[in-house]
């Protein structure tokens, strides 16, 4: 397990109580829109073309991220449930790479698209009968892409060629803490701050531009986190 989901898991684990309230059941659903940040670095030393002698990426930034999604779930109690969420994030990216070999640079520019399924716990304490303190945290699968990826020139910005898009899979983790209010019987509003771990992206391994179509070496961003503020809306039924 990578120790970024394994941290994580475990921080998941100890803001559970093992108590739970009395009994109040039934199923819910909900929606979700979030907006947040997302890090991450590359070990890359051999990308792009063989002939240019490996390129390294460094500068690995990602722009602002927004997401939508929805999840559905069970209440067993007043404080404990379980849910399925589904996630969909994007945001920009941009890395610089350097040709040791050549003498040359490129930057890179490009969308970071995360889809991702998680499997849920939930745990809430009332603050009044309204409104509850509540802490998650889940495991799943991410399906992370990179698209629209184009290669220019460093010192020039001259455009050089666009690569091919390619979706990585891989284990996610994710933890929360948020409130929850009750605004009618049946319909609760949530606002979470989330600390998610999406694992890594990778190019394709073709590019198409001033060398015609060739094939590379992907260049790959490695241990992504996201950190996020979720709005949502839940209904029980």
């Known amino acids: 397990m990578p120790p970024g989901l394994l941290r994580l898991a475990v921080l998941g684990t100890i803001a559970f ?3 739970a309230l009395a009994a109040e059941q039934g199923f819910f659903a909900g929606l979700d829109a979030s907006t947040g940040a997302a890090f991450g670095s590359s070990k890359t030393t051999n990308g792009g073309a ?24 069970y209440q067993f109690d007043p404080a404990m449930s379980a849910f399925i969420s589904y996630q969909s994030i994007w945001g920009g990216v941009r890395w610089n790479t350097n040709y040791p070999s050549v003498g040359a640079s490129s930057k890179f520019d490009g969308m ?24 998650t945290a889940g495991l799943g699968v991410a399906f992370n892409t990179l698209s629209n990826v184009t290669e220019t020139d ?10 091919a898009s390619h979706t990585k899979v891989g284990p996610a983790a994710q933890v929360g803490l948020g409130f929850r209010h009750r605004i009618a019987p049946n319909t609760v509003l949530g ?14 391994n073709t590019r198409n531009g001033n060398l015609g179509t060739t094939g590379i070496n992907p ?9 996020s503020v979720s709005a949502s809306i839940k209904a029980s039924f």
């Not at 063989?50 to 779930?73: E, L, N």
């Not at 606002?191 to 394709?204: H, I, P, R, S």
Request: hydrophobic share 45%; glycine share 18%; proline share 5%.
């Open 219 to 227: 260049y790959r961003i490695d241990d992504v986190w996201r950190a």
């Open 191 to 204: 606002l979470d701050g989330l600390v998610a771990y999406t694992g890594g992206f990778e190019t394709g």
């Open 112 to 135: 970071a698209i995360s889809n991702v399924i998680l499997g849920n716990v939930a745990y809430e304490f009332p603050l009044s009968d309204a409104t509850t303190l509540r802490t």
């Open 17 to 19: 109580p093992v108590s």
């Open 154 to 163: 460093r010192p020039t910005g001259i455009f050089l060629a666009g690569l």
């Open 50 to 73: 063989p002939f240019a002698g490996g390129g390294v990426v460094d500068s690995v930034k990602f722009g602002a991220a927004w997401g939508i999604g929805g999840h559905v779930g």
